[in-house]
C-alpha cells in the first residue's frame, strides 16, 4: 500500500516507517557531529522512549558520546488491522536496529508504564541485560491518564485554575486557527492531573529500583518539566499541568535525599516548548510555538529535542565539575527561549497574530512540518510513493 498522512484533529492516525527510519537516522547523524557527552553513563532506563524527548534522550545517549545500552519503555501499536501502526512502534524498531550496529544492547519492552506487570519485565531486563543496576533513569512519559492498581484511571485534563482562558488550537487537519476557551479545572481534574503528570509515579519507579538493588553507584534521574514565559503561565505554569510540573520539581528533591545513600542525584530538567505528539494539544500553546519557532530560528538558536537533549547531557548533566542549577535546582536547558530578546519578540508577534495571518506572522509551516515528521511524512530522501509491504511490516518486531 501507498502510506498517506491521516491527520486527525491534532492527532496522527497513520505513520510511514521508512520516514521514521529517516527522522531517527537524522538525529542519530546530528548527535555524533556535536559536543560528545564526557563521562556519561553506560546502563540508561527510560520511561517513555519511543518519542519526543525521550527517544531524543536515548539517541543522544547512544550515538552521542556516551555509548550507552538502553532499556526503553513505550507504550506503542505496530500493524493490524486498524492500520500501520504509530510511529513510536517503528522508532523502536529502527533505534534498536542501529544500536545492535554499532554494538549496543538496545531492549525495547513495551507496556503501560504505570502497571506492576510492566515494572516486573523492567527489573527482569535490568537484571538479565545490565547485571542488575542502572546509571540513568530518565522519566519521559507523557500521557492522559494513568493506571490505577485496581486496573481504574486517573485522567489528565489541560486546563486553568480558577478562572477561565481563552487560547487558540491549531487544527493541523484543517490547517485552521481555533480559539476555545477553557473553564476552570474541578478539583477532581487537578488532582487526575497530578497523579498523571506529577511526580508520583516517578518516586514509585524509583522507590521500586531501589528496593530491587537495581541502583547503581552514583545513579541519577531526571524527568522532564516545562515553565515558559509569562504569556503562556494561565494555560500552562498556572493551570493543572503547571501544578503537576511543581509536584514533580518538589519529587526531584525527595528523590535526590534518596539516590544521595548511592552517591546519586535526582534533578527535574525544564526543557524548551516544541512541537511533539503531546504538546499540540495544549491550547494557548501553539500560537506561543508559532511565534517562538519563527523568533528562534531568524536569530539561529532554534533547537529541537535532540539539540536539547545532547546539549544537556553533554553540557549539563554529565563531564561537569558540578551540575548547573539554578535557585529551585532545576536543570535549565530553556535558557535560550527564555532569552529576554527572543520573548519580546514573540510577545510582539504574538499581539499581532490572529486567525487570518498566523501562517505568515507565526511559523506555521515549520510547525507542520515537525509534525509530519515526527510521523515519519515529509522527510527528504523518503520516496512517498513507493508502496509498503504490511506483511512484511508485521514481522518487524521491537
Ligand atoms: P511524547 O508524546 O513525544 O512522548 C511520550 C512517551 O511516553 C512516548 O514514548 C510514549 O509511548 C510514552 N508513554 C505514554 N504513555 C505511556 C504508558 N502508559 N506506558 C508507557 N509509555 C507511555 O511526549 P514529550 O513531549 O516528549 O513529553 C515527555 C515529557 O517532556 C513530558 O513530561 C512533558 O511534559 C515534558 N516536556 C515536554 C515539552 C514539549 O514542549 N513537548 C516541553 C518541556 C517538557
Request: aromatic fraction near 8%; charged fraction near 25%; hydrophobic fraction near 35%.
Amino acid at each position: 500500500m501507498i502510506i498517506e498522512p491521516v491527520i486527525r484533529g491534532v492527532i496522527a492516525r497513520s505513520s510511514h516507517p521508512e520516514g521514521c527510519k529517516k527522522a531517527v537516522d537524522n538525529q542519530i547523524e546530528y548527535v555524533k557531529s556535536a559536543t560528545p557527552i564526557k563521562d556519561g553513563p553506560k546502563r540508561v532506563l527510560i520511561l517513555g522512549a519511543s518519542s519526543g524527548f525521550g527517544l531524543a534522550a536515548r539517541i543522544a545517549l547512544t550515538f552521542g558520546g556516551a555509548e550507552a545500552d538502553t532499556i526503553g519503555v513505550s507504550f506503542e501499536h505496530g500493524p493490524s488491522e486498524k492500520g500501520v501502526g504509530s510511529a513510536g512502534w517503528y522508532n523502536n524498531i529502527h533505534f534498536k536496529h542501529r544500536a545492535q550496529q554499532a554494538g549496543r544492547q538496545a531492549i525495547n519492552i513495551i507496556g503501560d508504564a504505570y502497571s506492576s506487570e510492566t515494572r516486573e519485565q523492567v527489573i527482569e531486563a535490568i537484571e538479565t541485560y545490565f547485571e542488575g543496576e542502572v546509571d540513568l533513569i530518565i522519566y519521559s512519559l507523557a500521557s492522559g491518564r494513568r493506571t490505577k492498581e485496581d486496573g481504574n484511571y486517573w485522567h489528565s485534563a489541560i486546563k486553568p485554575i480558577g478562572e477561565s482562558v481563552s487560547g487558540a488550537i491549531i487544527n493541523l487537519e484543517t490547517q485552521k486557527w481555533e480559539n476555545t476557551t477553557l473553564a476552570p479545572a474541578t478539583d477532581d481534574e487537578i488532582e487526575g492531573t497530578l497523579k498523571v503528570m506529577g511526580g508520583q509515579d516517578w518516586e514509585n519507579w524509583i522507590d521500586t529500583l531501589i528496593n530491587t538493588d537495581s541502583i547503581a553507584n552514583g545513579c541519577k534521574t531526571i524527568a522532564f518539566s516545562y515553565i515558559g514565559p509569562e504569556i503562556t503561565h494561565p494555560i500552562y505554569l498556572d493551570g493543572t499541568l503547571g501544578r503537576a510540573k511543581v509536584d514533580l520539581h518538589q519529587t526531584s528533591h525527595a528523590l535526590n535525599l534518596e539516590l544521595a545513600h548511592f552517591n546519586g542525584n535526582a534533578y527535574a530538567a525544564v526543557c524548551k516548548a516544541l512541537v511533539t505528539k503531546a504538546s499540540v494539544f495544549i491550547p494557548g500553546l501553539t500560537p506561543y510555538l508559532l511565534a517562538l519557532y519563527k523568533t528562534m530560528k531568524e536569530q539561529g538558536t532554534h533547537e529541537g529535542c535532540i539539540e536539547q537533549m545532547q546539549r544537556l547531557f553533554s553540557t549539563k548533566l554529565y563531564g561537569q565539575d558540578k551540575v548547573p542549577v539554578d535557585g529551585e535546582r532545576l536543570l535549565r536547558v530553556d535558557d535560550l527561549e527564555l532569552d529576554p530578546e527572543i520573548q519580546r519578540q514573540v510577545a510582539e508577534r504574538l499581539s499581532q497574530m490572529d486567525e487570518s495571518n498566523f501562517k505568515e506572522i507565526g511559523d506555521f509551516d515549520g510547525f507542520q512540518q515537525e509534525f509530519l515528521n515526527l510521523n515519519g511524512f515529509g522527510l527528504e530522501g523518503v520516496d512517498y510513493a513507493k508502496r509498503t509491504d504490511v506483511d512484511k511490516l508485521k514481522t518487524l518486531t521491537p
